[in-house]
């Protein structure tokens, strides 16, 4: 696809940077120097591309998982089958295989690994390289020198026991986890792809009395454009002739088209419903609109770094410890350990590091939030990334947008007042044969009304659209006239007694030969829903303030309705992420719920961003969490699923770390003062296995809880 937006940025350099930590940018792909992950381009284009490195990692997986499960089998199967006794061969096989895992499957992870040594910022490659190397280092000593070992740990066939199956287990389960993260971060484009799909690839320009196709990219300021009805309009100018009613939905979030005529504004990426008219080119390129929208839903992902992972957080002191820790019991077991104590030195040393792989503490974070995620999904709730389930816990303050979050986001009849010489049905009957065939929003809520009262429509003469202000027409040869208050003024109607019993709230007027007959009061429902939700919130201890570009009368009242803390009106498209912001900087904690373009930046700026799901696909992919079907109902489950997700992470993160501090300083051989006990490598390997499956089982839990 071509586009002004994406052809604007072909010829900008490409700028990497780290997903975790926004402040590491280069030149050139590489990674992160702090935390090891992959850097990532700036630039996005208007078309989805397949990743490179999520291919590369997918493909590495695959192949890991076929070459892992032989081994695994082998491993295993010793404790089980005869046929699976240990034996040279299948020593030999698993080490070839696992060498293959390692060295090639895992290659990136020994990179990082290396590089983390390098620049001394350790991280959780620096352990997943260490643990991996030592447990194969080990292995291999093992199968080729057996003879250096004690008698105790060589078994019937004088061979001691091999743990290559924990190596190639903890590289595939890190490759799962890297291939499901990077397909999750490769989602992050869909926003400003869908942005960029608004703007149209070509416009008409009027050039010298001719009109011709051009690529809008091509647009000048100034330039002569004709938008024809159906189409988008492709840049930010100014009516010139013609008129039109212009669906700005998509940037306002109001479900009213918009009537334009000579010297009002257009926006580029707004959809022309009827008519033709010319257009003059006012801003192009970056200065549009869209595009600003553009760059700033791009900006505001970029400053929202995903979840640091609390295993992450503490590898900077786990890491040397652990490595500390295994490299003392070495020298200790060395020079005062019994004979050959270079075996006892080196089995310590394996054990420690074996023991504090971080097999259950990769899986702490990964596992839950994968449940947690399904289980949304089942429940109508979308989760794009888990630093979303962590940031809403700790929202205070829960920011709802009201066209289509609060409210239905389409007009309806709720109101129908008459004088005495007629009923409300026969009323809408002829209201709404006055409008058949209309597209218009109010029209389609007067035939809508009609339709579900089962009522017929009467044959319409003479029928005449009066441009801005109404319909009128004959039915049954009666004059009948449908329209504004204004209109029905001008035409010396006399409306006062149907008016002053009216509500707020858009007014139709039906007169029947220059007398008033009823009025129908057209609105935004609120949602059924809208008041125990906001209620339950409210027992949960989170402010709602409500953010609307809608007037300040009407947002008020809807407020007071719904028992919401603070109203916030009459705000500009590109104002929201600067309310966002103001509210952010009184030290609260904001999640913003919105269904349109003009809700996209706030979405991202806001701690967490929540979109309903029968709002605009921008709105949804700009978002990290999604209400499917516009469900409110689902907004309070995914508040709950969210605090229980964070703390079933914690307690997986206790479990693994609690293997950890009895395990290893038991692989040290603190105990061996106290009765000779030196713990054996492979109880490290079960230990460390029996830590992965309290993860597991405590992340599936998830599934089941209330």
Not at 141 to 151: R, S, T
Not at 366 to 389: C, D, E, T, W
């Amino acid at each position: 696809m071509d586009n002004s937006l994406s052809a604007d940025s072909k010829n900008q350099e490409s700028i990497y940077v780290c997903p975790m930590h926004p402040e590491v940018r280069n030149n050139k792909p590489g990674v992160c120097p702090i935390c090891g992950m992959a850097l990532e381009t700036e630039q996005i284009s208007a078309e989805e591309k397949p990743d490179q490195e999520y291919l590369d990692m997918r493909w590495r997986f695959i192949i890991a998982v076929v070459l892992t499960l032989p081994v695994f089998l082998m491993a295993m199967g010793e404790h089980l089958f005869t046929l699976f006794q240990p034996s040279l061969l299948k020593g030999w096989i698993q080490a070839v295989l696992t060498t293959i895992v390692l060295f090639y499957c895992g290659l990136p992870f020994f990179i990082r690994g290396i590089q983390s040594f390098k620049n001394l910022r350790l991280n959780m490659f620096s352990l997943i390289a260490t643990g991996t190397f030592v447990a194969w280092g080990y292995s291999m000593v093992a199968l080729l020198a057996p003879h250096w070992f004690p008698e105790q740990y060589k078994d019937a066939h004088g061979m001691v026991t091999l743990y290559f199956e924990a190596a190639a287990v903890i590289i595939t389960l890190v490759l799962m986890g890297q291939v499901l993260e990077l397909r999750a971060r490769n989602k992050t484009g869909d926003a400003i792809r869908s942005l960029m799909r608004l703007s149209p690839s070509n416009a008409h320009l009027i050039e010298n009395g001719e009109e011709k196709e051009v690529r809008t990219s091509e647009i000048k300021v100034d330039d002569i454009l004709r938008v024809k009805p159906g189409e988008s309009i492709p840049v930010d100018g100014e009516v010139i002739e013609g008129t039109s009613h212009i669906d700005e939905s998509m940037i306002t979030g109001e479900y009213m088209p918009v009537k334009k005529q000579p010297g009002d504004q257009v926006i580029g990426g707004t959809l022309n419903q009827s008519g033709s008219f010319k257009m003059k080119a006012v801003q192009v390129g970056e200065k549009t609109m869209l595009s600003k929208i553009v760059h700033q839903v791009a900006q505001a992902q970029r400053s929202q770094a995903p979840i640091q992972r609390i295993a992450d957080a503490v590898a900077a002191w786990f890491v040397p410890v652990v490595i500390f820790i295994a490299i003392l019991a070495f020298v200790i077991w060395f020079f005062y350990g019994p004979s050959p104590s270079f075996s006892y030195a080196l089995i310590a040393m394996v054990s420690v590091l074996i023991i504090a792989c971080p097999c259950a503490l990769g899986l702490a974070t990964p596992m839950s939030i994968m449940v947690g995620i399904g289980r949304g999904a089942r429940k109508g709730v979308l989760i794009k990334n888990a630093a979303a389930l962590e940031a809403f816990t700790k929202v205070d303050t829960l920011v709802l947008d009201k066209t289509g979050t609060l409210t239905k986001g389409q007009p309806e009849v709720t109101e129908i007042i008459t004088n005495d010489t007629v009923d409300k049905e026969h009323a809408l009957s002829i209201a709404a044969s006055l409008e058949a065939g209309s597209e218009h929003p109010l029209a389609k809520a007067l035939l809508e009304a009609a339709k579900s009262c089962d009522l017929g429509l009467w044959e319409t003469a003479e029928f005449e659209a009066v441009s801005g202000k109404g319909v009128r027409g004959k039915i049954e040869d009666k004059f009948y006239q449908l329209g504004s208050a204004k209109w029905m003024k001008n035409e010396g109607i006399d409306i006062q007694a149907l008016s002053s019993e009216a509500p707020s709230g858009s007014e139709l007027y039906l007169a029947e030969e220059g007398k008033a007959l009823a009025l129908f009061l057209v609105e935004d429902a609120i949602k059924e829903n809208a008041k125990s939700i906001i209620e339950q919130f409210h027992t949960a201890g989170v402010n709602i303030v409500m953010l609307s570009g809608d007037n300040k009368a009407n947002a008020e009242r809807i407020a007071r309705t719904l028992g919401i803390d603070k109203v916030i009106a009459e705000v500009l498209p590109d104002e929201k992420s600067d309310k966002i912001e103001e509210l952010q900087k009184t030290g609260v904690k904001v999640a913003m719920v919105g269904d349109g373009v003009n809700d996209a930046i706030a979405l991202t700026k806001a701690d967490v961003g929540i979109a309903m799901g029968s709002g605009s696909d921008v709105a949804i992919e700009s978002a990290e969490i999604t209400l499917l079907h516009g469900d409110l109902d689902k907004l309070m489950e995914a508040y709950s699923l969210s605090r229980k997700t964070v703390r079933n992470i914690h307690q997986n993160l206790f479990f693994a770390f609690i293997y950890n501090g009895l395990g290893i300083p038991l692989a040290a051989g603190i105990l061996y003062p106290f009765g000779g006990y030196l713990l054996n490598p492979m109880i490290a390997a079960l230990a460390m296995s029996l830590s992965s499956v309290s993860v597991i089982g405590n992340a599936l839990r998830l599934r089941w809880q209330k």
